[in-house]
């Protein structure tokens, strides 16, 4: 392959994971709060096609995102609601908002089957996207792909540095001490279920008016993507920077499946068509590898500045769910 | 800050818990609050603190009336409570902890907030690392952070909810400073404790409850005879000591070490006789707890050879351990031994000998009904567990330890006990001991526990185990030192004692 092409297809591994990084960054902050939106993957079907519906009727992109923002949050209000309010079992309201979601994708989105529609237009950055490698692989994009960026860092931000992102981290690992703290731990669980639900609604309008511009119903290939969010989501231990990686790694070993596909003909094409979901599995044992029993009696045999060294880095890759996840907080 | 209750009521469903409660405590006083369990400290706590809200009554700050919705409420009239498990995030570290709900705005002020610890610290002779996450803190430095945070926004009144249970007697001696030296400035100290000698080291004056009411103010010089006949209403003879037995050997023992991520323990050699008790001593994390879960099955040894009756178990497996009659209950009795929302029936019905497809829940709630009247548990057949106060479920967790068994493993088995229901759960546990020939193992911060109840102790420093010392002929001063890592010969030269008898091994 040459150079070119090479960076050609990563600039596309980075443009085609923009949709996943925004869902997985909505997850984040969602799960974050202690709350567990299961109803990613037919969230993203249904903005998909909304989204693509209305840009398609109105001629504007700007109103198809924001259509897809506004019913992802709608599905973040009614998780938030029958939760925390109503008490109900997160999983299940998931997995049934989960199904809804996808077949109302289906339904109301036939009679835009197949049609045309607007769809973002390219904007490399004048100058910077003339930077050679850098320049095609950053620069060469269209808004989207800029606001998937920027959503990394300002999620980053607000987790890591803010007061407020301070409070949330609090908030999905131990409710009772935020509460005690002068926190109202279900008003934070609501707003964040319904802005993680609206940062999910990106995605799907990412797909249809960027990514893979159009709505083609259920060969549209978008079926599944949010469950590989989902778990893409854990595996990047509910930090946006890991989450970002993980989607990047995954759209990464999406494109070598393609590409690779010529070279190994051994291997049947459906096994390489799969494989990125095995591998996915993999790299999480392997992150997570370093928390068990064995490692650890290994690790105590090295001498004591060493050990602090890798115990520190096992620290850092080692990921623990909020602990208040998935849980009711009643005062008290 | 002086603090009134008057005529304070809190009732759930039928249980009522405070009963027309009036105390007046003076600003600057380090009030003691004691009863047995369940007699209502905590609730009256958690009133004052704004976790719940009481039910008729009020509540005066320096003369004024006020009301107290929630625990920021609290806060803000100065009024903190340091919790027996303190309400902190232990992935986060230590300065986050502090700046979670502290002061507004959108980027926090950490070198605020470093200076304010470093400040605090200094008071108090208190020293944690800033970056340290809180889950690697003892739970000593977290009370100690939660004390600063509780300082930083201002609290006048300091409540502490049996605040020793879990931490080691340094940071007791430090935590006893820091607490004199804010009541000399001033602020109002509330301590809930079961001890009566810390009340005699600390408090300026003592209230007790009983049954929810009000029974006794004391004040010094005080009497234990005053406190007891007011917390229970008579005397409680501690059960006469009697000689180890003299049975075939249970437990053995040869050479075991174990460890885990951070300490390496044994070699140990020790052999156990049935219905012999023995007492682990020992700093929090020297070993006895490994010790402990070895002996359970929880843990495998790296070494050497494990007997019970007469079969190896080094290699099994935990279940093995349980089908050989051996039972484990840990000191974290909520997240261990008993099942958040299920009720005392469900527990007794988890329980049961027999496993049928289906619950009997007759034969269960029977068994319920018996129990609590027997261990007289606080609480109904249908209570769910984690509204029992802390006693009553360390005696519903006594109470689920029918069967019987030959090994029996405990972890602080009276901690936050009042004293009655220690006495008499040490007189359940002796009779199983010297009736059923099983032999018990427990843990213990107390000392006089230990010397008190144990057979044999043996006393753990740095993952080393001392000989096993025969109870009757060591002191609570030679232990001390023996937990402090002094050798034995000087231990017993400094404790003034004899010199020791052939020790059995
Ligand atoms: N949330 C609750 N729901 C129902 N009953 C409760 C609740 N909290 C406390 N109780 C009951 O109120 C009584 C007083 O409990 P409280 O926790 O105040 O006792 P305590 O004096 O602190 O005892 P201990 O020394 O064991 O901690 C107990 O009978 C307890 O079962
Ligand atoms: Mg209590």
Redesign the interface.
């Known amino acids: 392959m040459e150079f070119d092409q090479l960076i050609i297809g990563l600039a596309g591994v980075i443009a085609t994971a923009s949709p996943i990084v925004f869902a997985v960054l909505g997850e984040t902050l969602t799960e974050r709060a202690g709350v567990i939106n299961l109803s990613v993957n037919g969230m993203i079907l249904l903005t998909a096609m909304s989204g693509f519906a209305v840009a398609a009727t109105t001629g504007s992109v700007l109103l198809g995102f924001a259509a897809g923002m506004l019913i992802g949050a709608l599905v973040g209000a009614v998780v938030a609601f029958t939760s925390i309010t109503l008490r109900q079992s997160q999983v299940a309201i998931g997995f049934v908002l989960a199904l809804m979601t996808r077949d109302l994708a289906y339904y109301l989105g036939s009679p835009f089957t197949g049609q045309n529609g607007p769809r973002v237009p390219p904007a490399p950055i004048p100058l910077l996207s003339d930077i050679p490698v850098v320049g095609p692989l950053f620069f060469d994009h269209d808004l989207v792909v800029y606001l998937s960026f920027i959503l990394i860092a300002v999620t980053y931000l607000w987790l890591f ?4 992102g ?2 949330l ?2 908030v999905g ?2 409710p ?8 109202d731990v279900n008003r934070q669980r609501y707003f964040y279920t319904i802005l993680g639900g609206a940062l999910v609604g990106l995605a799907g309008p990412a797909y249809s008016l960027s990514i893979k511009a159009g709505w083609q119903g259920t060969i549209s290939g978008l079926d599944g993507i949010g469950w590989i969010a989902l778990a893409i989501t854990i595996f990047g231990g509910w930090n946006p920077l890991r989450a970002a990686t993980g989607a990047y790694f995954f759209a990464l070993l999406q494109w070598l499946s393609l590409v690779l596909q010529p070279v190994l003909t051994g291997i049947p094409s459906q096994v390489l068509q799969v494989a990125p979901f095995p591998l996915m599995i993999l790299t999480l044992l392997l992150v997570n590898f370093g928390s068990t029993e064995w490692v ?2 290994r ?2 045999a090295l001498p004591e500045d060493q050990r602090r060294a890798v115990n520190a880095l096992i ?1 850092r890759l080692n990921v ?1 769910p909020p ?1 208040a996840l998935g849980t009711n907080f009643r ?2 | 800050m002086q603090v009134e209750f008057r005529n304070i009521h809190k009732r759930f469903g039928s249980v009522h818990a405070n009963k027309g409660i009036t105390l007046n405590i003076p600003g600057g006083c380090i009030q003691g609050l004691l009863g047995e369990n369940g007699a209502g400290k905590s609730t009256l706590m958690k009133v004052l603190s704004g ?2 809200t009481s039910d008729e009554g009020e509540i005066l700050l320096d003369g004024r009336a006020v009301t107290i919705p ?3 409420g609290a ?1 803000e009239q100065g009024i903190g409570m340091l919790h027996q498990d303190p ?6 570290r230590v300065l ?1 902890n502090l ?4 002061r ?5 002020d950490r070198r605020a907030a470093l200076k304010a610890l470093k400040e605090i610290e200094a008071q108090f002779g208190f020293s944690l690392d800033p970056d340290a ?1 809180v889950d690697t803190l003892t739970v000593g430095e977290r009370q100690q952070l939660e004390l600063i945070r509780l300082l930083w926004l201002g609290a006048r009144v300091l409540i502490l909810d049996e605040p020793t249970t879990g931490i080691s007697a340094p940071q007791k001696v430090k935590l006893f400073a820091a607490l004199r030296k804010l009541s000399a400035e001033g602020r109002t100290i509330i301590f809930v404790t079961h001890k009566l000698e810390e009340v005699y080291q600390l408090c300026h004056r003592a209230a007790v409850l009983r049954a929810g009411a009000l029974v006794a103010e004391i004040e010094p010089p005080y009497h234990t005879e005053n406190f007891i006949n007011a917390m229970f209403g008579g005397e409680i003879p501690t059960p006469p000591r009697q000689p180890p037995p003299t049975t075939a050997p249970l437990l053995a023992l040869k050479g075991v070490t174990v ?4 300490l ?1 323990v044994g070699p140990i050699d020790l052999t156990v006789k049935a219905g012999e008790v023995i007492g682990l001593a020992g700093m929090e994390g020297s070993g006895q707890d490994l010790l402990l879960r070895l002996c359970a099955g929880l843990l495998r040894p790296t070494g050497g050879e494990i007997a019970l009756g007469g079969r190896a178990l080094q290699n099994a497996t935990y279940h093995q351990f349980l089908r050989n009659r051996v039972k484990f209950m840990p000191a974290d009795r909520m997240t261990e031994g008993l099942v958040a929302g299920l009720s005392l029936t469900e527990h007794f019905a988890l329980n049961a000998e027999v496993h049928g497809f289906f619950i009997n829940y007759k034969q269960a709630e029977q068994t319920a009904v018996e129990r609590i009247a027997e261990y007289s548990i606080r609480g109904f057949p249908e209570s769910p567990v984690e509204s029992l106060s802390g006693g009553n479920q360390q005696r519903t967790l006594l109470a689920l330890l029918s069967a019987p068994l030959h090994l029996l493993l405990l972890e602080h088995p009276t901690r936050g006990l009042d004293l009655e229901s220690a006495v008499y759960i040490w007189k359940r546990l002796k009779e199983r001991a010297r009736s059923d020939g099983t032999a018990i193992l427990f843990i213990s911060s107390d000392l006089d526990e230990v010397l008190q109840y144990s057979d044999r102790v043996l006393v753990f420093f740095a993952g080393r185990a001392s000989v096993p010392l025969s109870a009757m002929q060591t002191s609570v001063e030679e232990l001390g030192l023996l937990i402090g890592g002094v050798p034995l010969e000087t231990a017993r030269s400094t404790a003034g004692m004899h010199q020791p008898e052939a020790l059995s091994r």
């Open positions: 540095r803010t007061a407020p301070l409070v981290q609090g690992e131990r009772a001490s935020a509460y005690v703290r002068g926190v650890r009696r690790l105590s620290r623990s602990s005062k008290q | 976790f719940i929630s625990p920021a806060i309400l902190d995030f232990p992935p986060l986050d700046l979670i709900g502290g507004r705005g959108l980027i926090p996450y460890e885990d991520a951070r390496q």
